[in-house]
């Protein structure tokens, strides 16, 4: 059983940063891409940033150059580091692995972790 479990949010106020980190535990035999989503209310779920297992990050507009991706491969762990914050980041984060697993054969699954609240006051 593979889990993502997310922490690192919280209540911030406008121009002020955050740290998320997702951890994947379980049968892992490898990580692929890892991402971060995010969902205000009221909207759809929309991607933040993502990073390859070779450390390519891409980002959503409204976030590059305020927002950092990053990845520890020995620890199964993915990092957004938030800074700038507007009120508008406030929503639901999402943290996103695509993981080989194994049962009987090899297999490539997408998980996503339970999610954590980022609220951002003006």
């Known amino acids: 059983q593979v889990q993502l479990v997310e922490s690192g949010g919280g209540l911030v106020q406008a121009g002020g940063s955050l740290r998320l980190s997702c951890a994947a535990s379980?049968?892992?035999?490898?990580?692929?891409?890892m991402g971060w989503y995010r969902q205000a209310p009221g909207k759809q779920r929309e991607l933040v940033a993502g990073?390859?297992?070779?450390?390519?990050?891409n980002y959503a507009d409204s976030v590059k150059g305020r927002f950092t991706i990053s990845r520890d491969n020995a620890k199964n762990t993915v990092y957004l580091e938030m800074n700038s914050l507007k009120p508008e980041d406030t929503a639901v984060y999402y943290c996103?692995?695509?993981?080989?697993?194994?049962?009987?054969?090899?297999?490539?699954?997408?998980?996503w972790g339970q999610g954590t609240q980022v609220t951002v006051s003006s």
């Open positions: 379980g049968s892992i035999f490898s990580i692929n891409a």
């Open positions: 996103n692995a695509e993981i080989m697993g194994y049962s009987a054969r090899y297999y490539w699954r997408d998980y």
């Open positions: 990073i390859s297992s070779g450390g390519v990050t």
